[in-house]
């Protein structure tokens, strides 16, 4: 049978946001839930934007969402390969030299448009003579070099898609080679998806004229053509299009919110499709139910808000074991079972446990009413001593009612703000026993 191989192929010239990470997501659970191969593949022949910070960026944010490869390797070592693959397409006469300058294509484009026909290119320098030639290589002119398509259609079966056909001579013969020597995607991608014998090629919709030619090129070259699966674009919440250089979507930037991971993949993964996040969702889950046909047609938008709910359910349903390791990162003092199960259950995201470690086991500022002050003093008299335990609350608040006079909001919110400086947070009766008599004492007084 076949191994299914997958691969996610970012460019290291920025950081990757939440769309990117959405077709990783789906790259990686397709292989999982085949027992297949995910390669990670660095893009790195822009070499002017493209550094070793945004490289290791991507890996680092990768490991964080539990997404490990199985292979990985960067473009900028395999240039020898890639002419190889030119060399080859000259022999058989597929790639020829063009000299047209920026500006004379898009004047060649407007004039097509305008004549009411596609903007193909019109293979005006297949009939360049030699004379021609020297003559524009003696003006300092460079070639770029182009893949001449053959006049029949394309066509695939799409697994996000359905049946995609495009007929011939609607799709310009694709530059490979810049006039600088650069290398573009549409080589480069189909000699090392054909090189490592990747079986599905899973992106986004944008790419799908890319691949109405590379169905050509790997034929060309003598691969095996892989499927496809062309999805829409991630929406922003304002119905914009993602950008990498958007920092307040980026994974670094969640990680350093302190994002769950777990949450986050969740929710991206059933995003766009009719299945929604319940806060229940763990990897092996959403490996076992992965669907590449379930996906809806319409463009999907991030809403921060259903991504911000789904993140506080699972962090309310996380066993300490399993998030240990983060609070202690966090903060030393949230290493502790006790403080979990009293503070998980109110938790939106992690930014707030150091400040309920503050109110648990260091110094706060209470938060006192001047109308409060004597009916803390008497609360703070009627603390119980000994050791305190679920029931204290209970037992306190019950003595100091009776003292009082007071209930309800009267009663336990001047208290609360005094213990923990908030109106609002965890149950009074589990962090009371953590606070203990002394600092609460202090706190009232």
């Known amino acids: 049978m076949m191994t299914v191989k997958v691969r996610f192929a970012p460019s290291p010239t920025g950081k990757i946001h939440v769309g990117n990470v959405r077709v990783a997501i789906m790259n990686w659970l397709f292989a999982r839930s085949q027992g297949g191969i995910f390669q990670l593949r660095i893009d790195d022949t822009d070499?002017?934007?493209?550094?070793a910070e945004y490289e290791q960026g991507?890996?680092?944010?990768?490991?964080?969402?539990?997404?490990?490869?199985?292979?990985?390797f960067k473009q900028s070592d395999r240039y020898d390969r890639y002419n190889e693959a030119l060399d080859k397409l000259k022999a058989d006469g597929r790639l020829y030299a063009c000299y047209e300058t920026p500006d004379e294509l898009e004047l060649k484009r407007k004039i097509k448009l305008g004549q009411g026909k596609p903007p193909v290119y019109d293979r005006a320098a297949l009939e360049l003579?030699?004379?021609?030639?020297?003559?524009?290589e003696a003006e300092?002119?460079?070639?770029?070099?182009?893949?001449?398509?053959?006049?029949e259609p394309v066509s695939w079966e799409d697994l996000g898609r359905?049946?995609?056909?495009?007929?011939?001579?609607?799709?310009?013969?694709?530059?490979?080679?810049?006039?600088?020597?650069?290398?573009?995607y549409t080589i480069s991608s189909v000699v090392d998806d054909g090189d490592h014998d990747v079986t599905h090629i899973i992106r986004g919709e944008d790419h799908v004229v890319?691949?109405?030619?590379?169905?050509?090129?790997?034929?060309a070259l003598g691969f095996k053509v892989p499927g496809f699966g062309h999805y829409p674009l991630m929406m922003g919440a304002d119905g914009k299009g993602l950008s990498k250089r958007l920092g307040s979507l980026s994974i670094e930037?969640?990680?350093?919110?302190?994002?769950?991971?777990?949450?986050?993949?969740?929710?991206?993964?059933?995003?766009?499709?009719?299945?929604?996040?319940t806060g229940e969702d763990e990897m092996q889950a959403l490996i076992d139910t992965f669907d590449a046909g379930a996906y809806g047609r319409a463009s999907p938008r991030y809403e921060p808000h259903e991504l911000e709910t789904i993140n506080a359910k699972f962090l309310h349903q996380t066993p300490f074991a399993h998030i240990r390791e983060t609070l202690a990162e966090i903060d030393s003092r949230a290493d502790n079972e006790t403080f979990w199960a009293a503070v998980s259950g109110n938790l939106e995201n992690l930014n707030a446990v150091s400040y309920w470690a503050d109110v648990c086991f260091g110094e706060i500022e209470p938060v006192i009413a001047d109308d409060d002050k004597e009916f803390l003093l008497k609360a703070a008299e009627l603390l119980p001593d000994g050791d305190y335990?679920?029931?204290?609350?209970?037992?306190?608040?019950?003595?100091?009612?009776?003292?009082?006079?007071?209930?309800?909001?009267?009663?336990?919110?001047?208290?609360?703000?005094?213990?923990?400086?908030?109106?609002?947070?965890?149950?009074?009766?589990d962090l009371l026993p953590i606070i203990g008599k002394e600092r609460a004492s202090s706190r009232l007084k």
């Open 162 to 184: 359905g049946h995609t056909h495009f007929e011939a001579g609607h799709l310009s013969d694709p530059v490979l080679v810049r006039e600088d020597g650069r290398f573009l």
């Open 140 to 151: 300092g002119r460079r070639p770029h070099w182009r893949f001449k398509l053959l006049d």
């Open 47 to 51: 070499e002017e934007r493209s550094t």
């Open 210 to 219: 890319n691949t109405a030619v590379q169905v050509q090129l790997f034929e």
């Open 129 to 136: 003579t030699d004379e021609q030639i020297a003559a524009y």
């Open 58 to 72: 991507i890996r680092d944010d990768l490991i964080w969402l539990g997404l490990g490869w199985d292979e990985t």
């Open 389 to 429: 335990d679920e029931t204290t609350w209970k037992t306190w608040t019950g003595a100091v009612k009776d003292a009082t006079d007071r209930k309800g909001k009267t009663l336990f919110l001047p208290l609360r703000k005094a213990l923990t400086g908030k109106e609002n947070g965890p149950e009074l009766r």
């Open 253 to 277: 930037d969640m990680r350093k919110d302190k994002m769950s991971a777990q949450a986050l993949v969740a929710y991206l993964a059933r995003l766009g499709t009719s299945t929604a996040p």
